[in-house]
Nanobody, 123 residues
Framework: QVQLVESGGGLVQAGGSLRLSCAASGSIVSINTMGWYRQASGEQRELVAA???????NYADSVKGRFTITRDIAKNTVYLQMSSLKSEDTAAYYC?????????????????WGQGTLVTVSS
C-alpha cells in the first residue's frame, strides 16, 4: 500500500505565502507524476499543478506565476510553494501521485490521494 501525507496548510492573509509538502511512503517501485489538486466549498476538484518524474511541470492558469511545484525524487516528496495568495485560493488541497507498485510480483500503476490540507486566505 502507498500513503500520501500532506502538511503545510493553514490560515494566511492575502498576499502571503505558504508551502505545502506531500510525502509518499509504502511499497513504491517508482512514482510517475505527482501533483496538487484543490477543491473549494461547493466546487469540483481541480488541478493546481503537477510535475512528472522528468521534471516537466503543468500549472492551472489561475496560479501561473504565483505557485511553484517542485519534487525531491529521492524523498518521494512533492512541494507546492504558494505566493501572492488570494482569497480565491482558499480550498482543501489534495496531493496526488501515480505510483508503480508490485502486486503479487506484477507491476501495477495506482492512483493515490492524500487526505487533504486546508488553505484559508483571508482578505
Amino acid at each position: 500500500q502507498v500513503q500520501l501525507v500532506e502538511s503545510g496548510g493553514g490560515l494566511v492573509q492575502a498576499g502571503g505565502s505558504l508551502r505545502l509538502s506531500c510525502a509518499a511512503s509504502g511499497s513504491i517501485v517508482s512514482i510517475n507524476t505527482m501533483g496538487w489538486y484543490r477543491q473549494a466549498s461547493g466546487e469540483q476538484r481541480e488541478l493546481v499543478a503537477a510535475i512528472t518524474s522528468g521534471g516537466t511541470t503543468n500549472y492551472a492558469d489561475s496560479v501561473k506565476g504565483r505557485f511553484t511545484i517542485t519534487r525531491d525524487i529521492a524523498k518521494n516528496t512533492v512541494y507546492l510553494q504558494m505566493s501572492s495568495l488570494k482569497s480565491e485560493d482558499t480550498a482543501a488541497y489534495y496531493c496526488n501521485a501515480v505510483v508503480l507498485v508490485l502486486e503479487r510480483l506484477t507491476p501495477k500503476t495506482v492512483n493515490v490521494w492524500g487526505q487533504g490540507t486546508l488553505v484559508t486566505v483571508s482578505s
